[in-house]
């Protein structure tokens, strides 16, 4: 991809920019003109005291003890047939099933935005939005100094995320999520997802957040699919380290593979 041979391109000329002492120069983003944008923040920091207080860290709230269960995405064709397979081999299994991914791997998009007992924090510098997430100490980013999506970008975790302040919301289109995550537990989707959010604070109460999560994707949902997430504030709370590759324990079999279940 792009940026494998862009890696080959700087392997090929980094004794000749040693020598030179140079580094690498990448082009403004399309949409981003020279001396603008994220890496050019000086002289608008200002600007951040018009955004709202998002200030402390965040946990996501569950819905009343006892309630109904959320509601789900509702796949369609080879999508949804996997997705069924994967529930009768819980059922037949006792909810133990391999992985293809290490049990130390996060979640990604949109899985990160929905991590109960794990805070988030949310950054405003100028140009982005990052947002912390405990678990996993995963770190999104969400530019909104006027990008454009990446042509052709490389699947990630979580995605290529463009956004954009709608008075006090932010409003996020986040799409190349790779089609490896889940949309929900057991769920897949494909490379065609688009999952775009708007984050605001409640109005009738300052302390919890709400993020209304639409999912579109044409090959793997029958339907788009629209929910909305809730976050309680604690002003003065921090995230905690979380280190989860010290405690990665995955079997080996008998020829040496590692299984992940």
């Known amino acids: 991809m792009k940026r494998l041979a862009a890696a080959v391109l700087l392997a090929a000329s980094s004794p000749v920019m040693a020598q030179l002492g140079a580094a690498p120069n990448?082009?403004?983003?399309?949409g981003i003109a020279e001396g603008g944008g994220a890496a050019n923040p000086r002289g608008h920091y200002a600007e951040l005291d018009g955004l709202p207080d998002w200030g402390g860290i965040w946990f996501l709230q569950r819905g009343a003890p006892g309630g109904p269960p959320p509601p789900r995405?509702?796949?369609?064709?080879d999508y949804l047939a996997r997705y069924e397979a994967w529930r009768q081999a819980v059922a037949d299994n006792n909810g133990v099933v391999p992985r293809e991914r290490s049990n130390c791997s996060p979640p990604g998009m949109p899985g990160i935005m929905q991590l109960a007992q794990y805070p988030y924090e949310f950054l405003f510098t100028p140009g982005r939005v990052t947002v912390n997430q405990?678990?996993?100490?995963?770190?999104?980013?969400?530019?909104?100094?006027?990008r454009r999506h990446e042509e052709d970008?490389?699947?990630?975790?979580?995605?290529?995320?463009?956004?954009?302040?709608?008075?006090?919301?932010?409003?996020?289109?986040t799409?190349?999520?790779l089609d490896?995550?889940?949309?929900?537990?057991?769920?897949?989707?494909?490379?065609?997802?688009?999952?775009?959010?708007?984050?605001?604070l409640s109005p009738g109460d300052p302390d919890l957040l709400l993020n209304t999560i639409r999912y579109e994707d044409p090959e793997a949902l029958a339907e788009p699919f629209e929910t909305t997430l809730s976050y309680r504030r604690d002003r003065y709370g921090r995230l905690y380290e979380f280190q989860c590759a010290q405690n990665d324990r995955n079997p080996i079999d008998e020829e040496g593979h590692t299984q992940f279940h």
């Open 175 to 177: 799409r190349a999520i």
């Open 134 to 146: 405990e678990a996993w100490m995963q770190t999104r980013t969400i530019w909104t100094d006027g």
């Open 73 to 77: 995405p509702r796949l369609k064709g």
């Open 180 to 200: 490896t995550l889940e949309l929900s537990v057991g769920m897949p989707h494909s490379d065609r997802l688009v999952v775009t959010e708007r984050i605001r």
């Open 153 to 173: 970008a490389d699947p990630t975790f979580h995605g290529d995320a463009i956004g954009h302040w709608e008075g006090d919301v932010l409003v996020v289109d």
């Open 26 to 30: 990448s082009p403004p983003p399309a």
